[in-house]
Structure formats: C-alpha cells, structure tokens
Nanobody
C-alpha cells in the first residue's frame, strides 16, 4: 500500500507565494511520474503540473511561469512552489504519483487527500 501526504496549504493574499510538498510512503520500488491536481468548487479536477522524470516538467497554461514543480531525486518528495497567486488559484490541491511497488509489478496511480489553498485579501 502507498500513501501520499501533502503539506503547506493555507491562506495567502493575492500576489503572494506558497510552497506545497508531497511525501510518499509504503511499499515503493520506484516513483515514476509525479504531479499535482487541483479542484475548485464547481469545477473539474485539473492536472496542472507533472514531472515524469527528475529533469523535465509540464505545466498547464493557467500556471505556466508562476508555478514550479520539482523533485530532489527519483524518490521523495515532490514540491510545488507557487508564486504570484491569484484568487482563481483557490482550490484543493492533491499530489499524484505513479508507483511501482516491485520491479516486476505494473505501476499504479495514487493520489493524496489534498490540502486547501485559498487566495484572498
């Protein structure tokens, strides 16, 4: 079993910054793709940042240039630096990981419970 736990959410004023972190624990042989989803009230869940390897990253247009996803190594943790935050960024943020529990087992996808980010004055 694999568990993902997010930390770092909270209330911030427009234009401010927050840093989220996601740690994975459990039976893990390798952590392949990592990423962040968010879901605002009344809206669909959005995959806005993904890092399939240590070096590369992909972003949705809505956050490009403001958010940076990073991972220190191929295992743990994955971080999300959010700058120039806007009220439209208010949502529950959840991390995602594609995990291989054993070298011979197909990877499976896991999500964390989520952390609230509120951007308001």
């Amino acid at each position: 079993q694999v568990k993902l736990v997010e930390s770092g959410g909270g209330l911030v004023q427009p234009g401010g910054s927050l840093r989220l972190s996601c740690a994975a624990s459990g039976t893990i042989f390798s952590l392949d793709a990592r990423g962040w989803y968010r879901q605002a009230p009344g809206k669909q869940r959005e995959l806005f940042a993904r890092i399939p390897t240590v070096a590369s990253a992909n972003y949705a247009e809505s956050v490009k240039g403001r958010f940076t996803i990073s991972r220190d190594n191929a295992q743990n943790p994955v971080n999300l630096q959010m700058n120039s935050l806007k009220p439209a960024d208010t949502a529950v943020y959840s991390c995602y990981a594609r995990v291989r529990s054993r070298s011979w087992v197909s990877p499976a996808d896991y999500w964390g419970q989520g952390t609230q980010v509120t951007v308001s004055s």
